[in-house]
């Protein structure tokens, strides 16, 4: 009894979460936000299928997606000339049978070996669709895209899902689905021997498993969950063009999978959930946010492989013996360094962003932080680099201690462990 | 006397250089076949012909009579021969007791299963923990296969090979880099876990051998000189001349 | 029709030149390093930046000879502080790492210079006519790309087979951790070869700047086509990488010139399904054959036309 209500309780703080949410972010561009964050958890999820289980690293994820969502919009505009009495609901589903169909098809191809070969195929079988969406003008719609009304679908229970509250319960009852889905597979037999297969493909077919097979419906699981998220894109913006089967919808996989973490269930999550906002509130404040985000990614690769939720996940056995005060005064000494050098870098990156163009149309002034500054003149860029060289000085010096710090814990942690 | 293993003039040449040079052998059902030789004999390269890592460049094998030369190693794993590696090959990320798991799933006929959990699935715990009393990790069932000592990394292989019921077990130098008492014990083991199955093992330690082989077939540059029981091994003059003649008499 | 096949084959053995002089870095690199760069493309695109830079302050010359040795200290200091770090968290973070770095490059670019072309033009004293044929004239500009690549081409060969340390690469193209076990300073030789093969995408990036368009989607559509050439010749394989740049170089030029389409050939009535299909002219799919070829090599033979290696 107890082990099921602990089995089921993150499951249902999840839901509450899901359902509540919108009662607690009430703007309409929250609301717009949290429905986007909805499809790209199921998007990045079902990139981690492929790499943080099966070790597939894919550059060509975005086709799935993309395929699934111009497959839902166009049987959407089918059953809305047609009459038929389709609700919108079911249409996700649609995006996710043609995912898995394309998945099939172009998995046969592409799943036959892993490693770096797998990788170039991705990237070529993405670029080929890509190529191919600007040819294909009827189905793709050329540059304007396939446009369609979500509203004008068969009412479920009398909604018409016009309003964007109603699309979000909508992407929210697919998301929790989809993980639901998702982490259930990944403790089925198939789910641990794609684990094995990642970790060592030839140990695999020596205890009887083929590693192609195993890849082969790992892709098409994967493709499935994408089409899934690009039927929901599909309803949510109501437009599909070529733009969300391009590199960089693939690569948007790649860092919110990699950010939150790929070698947990839940990295993906909270990559989706970061990535997204940032998306949306960093576009707003810097013109040059992409490079935030490149720059991120390459921090995560070098200083954190383990995502977000790795790093948090390093402090799980220290939080659960109560040692994390031992760490706190080398983190707290490091955390100015740090923040003074991000804030450096942050100063350099927009001060030369307004300095250097080679067309000055917005003339020297700035505002950050709060402070106005002229970027023509000497102190900003001072200040700037006094920030950012003293950051990292400091961090490089500080450094040890929490060497130390960590050295202390683990003395601790490992010797109450029974040997 | 039924033969479980039989290789039938198997060459195996890369490029032009012939590492096997007609390799006929039958391994009979039930028994302890060690292979000797020296190194660079091509005792490893027997070995990943018959479990199917490479095809041979002529000549056949046979498992239970029925042909699997030129076989994906899974198909022949399917059909009862397994196989262990010199160079530890096992799962690292995962932990000891889903290490053993994986190696049960198939011949437990869970396949591709990705409709069921595997924690309810009471056959796949059952005989996963049998397989850990065995080889004697259970005290270590949570801890990640890299972290575990070289023994217990040995002993774990020799569990995963096993693990899918295999009756043809292939050990390939399953005592390497072992000191004596590590080296006594996983005798034991193999004695125990290979009791009524065929065991065809790749040895140096003669020790080893003598103590856990029916028969013996020595290997020298790619060709069987002799195939017989320990003790007629041992008085063979060809033998000691090309093997043991360089090892202290046992 | 015999200037068509002139002038295409001119292009296509200029375009396939400049791709070996980016494939030949990459394979380089991915042969004794194991990583695959993704950002090769963009050292391209920073050579070709750095050129027009130089050349709009000093002179084109100049800048022919200092941009490239800038694109390549930059290289050998992405590998000094960057990738070095990430060898012993093995191939795909080092993968990722210039998977970012490439998309940072890029931005960077957008931010200094702007998200339209830049006028990097043909220096007055190669702008003119080399030589007219059937009508149709060829600038003296594309003589002086191949002649540069050309001369690229042998010192690489020269370099190669020659210096010692041009041995030695040889040696760590198919053994690298051979290399390292003779004792030679594995780390020393990684950043040289690095920062060359940065280095002579560079030199790609400066003459090609003035002929194609500088733009900051010069590295995103040159990128890909880099890792087609690569794998179907081989990889590991300079080369296959040799052989494969100049086909899809003559392929695409050739592509780009022909304006069939099946309804050229067969008439306008296109028949169910294909419609689109129908009225694709050969020009329009030029940018697909490179993938296509891709896929169809990988299915066939993963290995490339002459590659020994698959990963």
């Known amino acids: ?419 | 006397m039924t033969v479980a293993l039989s290789l039938v003039d198997v060459h195996k040449s890369f490029g032009a250089t012939k590492i096997i040079r007609g390799v006929s052998l039958d391994i009979e059902s039930g028994e302890r076949h060690a292979i000797i030789g020296p190194n660079g004999a091509g005792k490893s390269t027997l070995f990943h012909l018959t479990s199917g890592r490479i095809r041979p460049t002529s000549g056949d094998v046979l498992l239970h009579g029925e042909r699997i030369t030129g076989l994906q190693p899974f198909e022949i794993n399917r059909r009862g021969l397994s196989r262990s590696f010199q160079i530890t090959n096992i799962f690292p990320k995962l932990s000891v007791y889903e290490n053993l798991r994986c190696a049960t799933l198939w011949s437990l006929g869970h396949k591709y299963a990705f409709w069921r959990s595997i924690d309810r699935l009471r056959d796949v715990r059952e005989r996963s923990q049998w397989l850990m009393q065995q080889i004697g990790l259970t005290a270590r069932r949570d801890v990640p296969a890299g972290v575990l000592t070289y023994a217990e990394q040995r002993a774990l292989e020799i569990g995963v090979t096993i693990g899918g019921g295999a009756d043809v077990v292939m050990l390939d130098e399953p005592t390497a880099g072992m000191n004596n008492s590590e080296t006594e014990q996983a005798v034991a083991l193999i004695r125990k876990v290979t009791e009524g199955k065929t065991l065809v093992m790749v040895e140096h330690d003669m020790s080893v051998v003598f103590n856990l082989a029916d028969r013996i077939s020595v290997l020298v540059y790619g060709q069987i000189i002799a195939t017989d029981t320990p003790d007629r091994i041992r008085e063979n003059a060809e033998v000691r001349e090309a093997y043991l003649g360089q090892v202290s008499q046992q | 029709m015999l200037q068509l096949i002139t002038f295409s084959t001119l292009n296509g053995v200029l375009y396939g030149m400049l791709l070996f002089m980016m494939a030949s870095g990459l394979t380089l690199i991915f042969s004794m390093m194991g990583v695959l760069n993704f950002a090769h493309a963009s050292f391209y695109m920073v050579g070709a930046y750095f050129g027009f830079e130089i050349s709009r302050r000093i002179g084109f010359w100049p800048g022919f000879f200092i941009a490239p040795i800038a694109v390549g200290a930059v290289g050998a200091l992405v590998e000094r502080y960057g990738l070095r770090r990430l060898h012993r968290l093995g191939h795909v973070s080092e993968l990722l790492f210039t998977f970012g770095l490439a998309f940072v490059i890029e931005e960077l670019v957008q931010m200094f210079w702007g998200k339209s072309p830049v006028d990097y033009r043909v220096p007055p004293s190669l702008d003119f006519v080399a030589f007219r044929l059937f009508d149709t004239t060829y600038p003296a500009y594309r003589m002086f790309m191949l002649l540069t690549a050309v001369a690229m081409f042998a010192a690489l060969l020269v370099g190669l087979t020659r210096t010692r340390v041009g041995i030695i690469i040889q040696a760590a193209l198919t053994h690298p951790d051979m290399v390292a076990m003779l004792g030679h300073d594995v780390p020393k030789i990684f950043m040289l070869v690095f920062g060359a093969g940065a280095g002579l995408a560079g030199l790609a990036g400066v003459i090609a700047g003035p002929a194609l368009v500088t733009q900051p989607s010069m590295a995103a559509s040159l990128g890909p086509i880099l890792f087609v050439v690569i794998v179907v010749g081989g990889l590991g394989s300079l080369g296959g990488a040799f052989v494969a740049s100049l086909l899809i170089g003559l392929v695409q030029t050739f592509a780009v010139a022909m304006n069939y389409s099946l309804a050229g050939i067969f008439g306008s009535a296109a028949p169910p399904l294909l419609g689109d299909l129908w009225q694709v002219t050969v020009a329009e799919l030029a940018p697909i054959i490179p993938y296509v070829l891709l896929v169809l090599m990988l299915i066939v033979r993963p290995t490339g036309l002459m590659g020994t290696r698959e990963t």
């Not at chain 1, 080929?128 to 040819?135: D, M």
């Not at chain 1, 919110?256 to 990535?275: D, E, H, K, L």
């Not at chain 1, 250097?356 to 700035?366: D, K, M, N, R, T």
């Open chain 1, 1 to 419: 009894m107890i082990s099921a209500v602990r089995f089921l309780a993150p499951w249902v703080a999840m839901a509450v979460l899901f359902a509540v949410a919108p009662h607690v972010f009430v703007s309409g561009s929250a609301l717009t936000m949290m429905s986007v964050m909805g499809t790209m958890i199921i998007f990045a999820l079902s990139y981690n299928v492929l790499l943080g289980q099966t070790g597939l690293l894919s550059f060509g994820h975005a086709v799935y997606y993309g395929l699934g969502g111009f497959v839902a919009i166009h049987v959407m505009n089918a059953v809305i000339h047609a009459k038929l009495g389709v609700p919108v609901v079911i249409i996700p589903l649609v995006g996710g049978l043609a995912g898995l169909g394309f998945g099939f098809l172009f998995g046969l191809v592409s799943t036959k070996k892993a490693g770096i070969v797998f990788s170039m195929i991705s990237l070529g079988i993405g670029e080929l669709v890509s190529s191919s969406s600007f040819i294909l003008r009827t189905f793709f719609g050329g540059e304007e895209g396939i446009t369609t009304n979500r509203s004008a679908l068969a009412p479920l229970f009398g909604h018409k899902f016009g309003p964007q509250i109603e699309v979000y319960y909508l992407i929210a009852a697919w998301c929790f689905l989809s993980i639901v889905a998702m982490y259930a597979l990944t403790r089925t037999p198939f789910g641990r021997m794609c684990n094995a297969v990642r970790d060592n493909p030839e140990r695999v077919e020596f205890v009887g498993y083929s590693p192609r097979v195993l890849r082969m419906i790992s892709f098409c699981f994967a493709a499935f969950f994408a089409g899934i998220a690009g039927g929901l894109t599909a309803i949510n913006f109501e437009i599909m063009n070529s733009e969300q089967l391009a590199a960089d919808q693939s690569s948007l996989a790649l860092f919110m999978a990699y950010i939150g973490g790929v070698s947990s269930f839940t990295g993906p999550i909270v990559g989706a959930v970061i990535v997204t906002f940032l998306q949306i509130t960093l576009s707003d404040v810097s013109s040059v946010w992409q490079l935030y985000f490149g720059l991120m990614f390459i921090g995560v690769v070098l200083y954190a492989p383990d995502g977000v939720v790795g790093w948090v996940k390093l402090h799980q056995q220290a939080a659960l013996r109560g040692q994390l005060w031992r760490l706190a005064p080398s983190y707290a000494l490091v955390a100015p360094a740090f923040a003074a050098a991000c804030v450096g870098a942050i100063m350099l990156i927009e001060l030369a962003n307004r300095q250097f163009q080679l067309v000055q149309s917005e003339g020297s002034a700035i505002r950050l932080f709060g402070v106005n500054l002229d970027a023509a003149t000497a102190p900003p860029w001072i200040v700037a680099v006094l920030l950012f060289g003293v950051g990292v000085v400091a961090i490089r010096l500080l450094w040890p201690r929490i060497g130390d710090a960590w050295g202390a814990v683990n003395e601790r942690l490992h010797s109450r462990d029974p040997a």
